[in-house]
C-alpha cells in the first residue's frame, strides 16, 4: 500500500526551529516530488513548498512566505522528506500534509495522488 | 503568482443532487488542474487531475472539465460520504496554488 505518515509536529515557541519528517512505504520514494502543504486553523489549503525527484536534481522551491526559514531535503535511502522550519512565527500555526507527484521541472501533470494524515505545529508562547 | 478563484465558498445540497464547483485563474494553466476533496482530520484526497482525468478509484459521479483559465467540477448525483471542503488546485507551475474551497454541506 502506498503511504505517507507525517511526524515531528507539536508545541515550539515564537523563534524556535522543528523539524517535520514525511515518511513514505509502498512505492519508490526517490522518483516521486514531495510536496509540503498546510491548513492553518479555519484556514485552506496552502502550497509551502517541494522538493524534486531524483531525475531532477533533488532541488527545492519554497513559497514566499517560508523562504530563507523553512528548508525541504530528502533521505530517498531511508525514504523521509524533511521539512526544517526556522524562525517560527505564529502564523506557522497549522496542520502540515506532505504528499507525492510525478512532476516535471515545475509542472505536475497527475497531481498529488497520495497524502499523509498531517502532524500539527502549533506555535505559541 | 497564479490566483485560483473558487466558486461558491459554500453550498448546501440534498442526497442525489447535482452539484457544480467552479474553479478560474488568474492566467492560462492549459489543463493543469487538481481537484481535491477534504474532511476534517483526513489527508485530502486527489479526485481530478489534468482536469478532467478521473484518478483511479475514484466514483465515477465525479467529473471534470474545461481548461485555460476556467474549470468546472460536477458530482452528478451526491452523497453523504461526499460532504466534504473540495479545493482546486493548479500544477502549471510554482507556487502550486490553491482555491479558497468550496464547503459543501447537508441541506
Known amino acids: 500500500e502506498v503511504q505517507l505518515v507525517e511526524s515531528g509536529g507539536g508545541l515550539v515557541q515564537p523563534g524556535r526551529s522543528l523539524r517535520l519528517s514525511c515518511t513514505g512505504s509502498?512505492?519508490?520514494?526517490?522518483?516521486?516530488?514531495l510536496s509540503w502543504v498546510r491548513q492553518a486553523p479555519g484556514k485552506g489549503l496552502e502550497w509551502v513548498g517541494f522538493?524534486?525527484?531524483?531525475?531532477?536534481?533533488?532541488?527545492?522551491e519554497n513559497a514566499a512566505s517560508v523562504k530563507g526559514r523553512f528548508t525541504i531535503s530528502r533521505d530517498d535511502s531511508k525514504s523521509i522528506a524533511y521539512l526544517q522550519m526556522n524562525s517560527l512565527k505564529t502564523e506557522d500555526t497549522a496542520v502540515y500534509y506532505c504528499s507525492r507527484g510525478n512532476c516535471a521541472s515545475t509542472s505536475c501533470y497527475v497531481g498529488f495522488d497520495c497524502w499523509g494524515q498531517g502532524t500539527l505545529v502549533t506555535v505559541s508562547s | 503568482d497564479i490566483q485560483m478563484t473558487q466558486s461558491p465558498s459554500s453550498l448546501s445540497a440534498s442526497v442525489g443532487d447535482r452539484v457544480t464547483i467552479t474553479c478560474r485563474a488568474s492566467q492560462s494553466i492549459s489543463n493543469y488542474l487538481n481537484w481535491y476533496h477534504h474532511k476534517p482530520g483526513k489527508a485530502p484526497k486527489l479526485l481530478i487531475y489534468a482536469a478532467s482525468s478521473l484518478q483511479s478509484g475514484v466514483p465515477s459521479r465525479f467529473s471534470g472539465s474545461g481548461s485555460g483559465t476556467d474549470f468546472t467540477l460536477t458530482i452528478s448525483s451526491l452523497q453523504p460520504e461526499d460532504f466534504a471542503t473540495y479545493y482546486c488546485?493548479?500544477?502549471?507551475?510554482?507556487?502550486?496554488?490553491f482555491g479558497q474551497g468550496t464547503k459543501v454541506e447537508i441541506k
Open positions: 509502498g512505492f519508490t520514494f526517490g522518483d516521486y516530488a
Open positions: 522538493i524534486r525527484g531524483k531525475t531532477y536534481g533533488g532541488t527545492t
Open positions: 488546485q493548479q500544477s502549471y507551475n510554482t507556487p502550486w496554488t
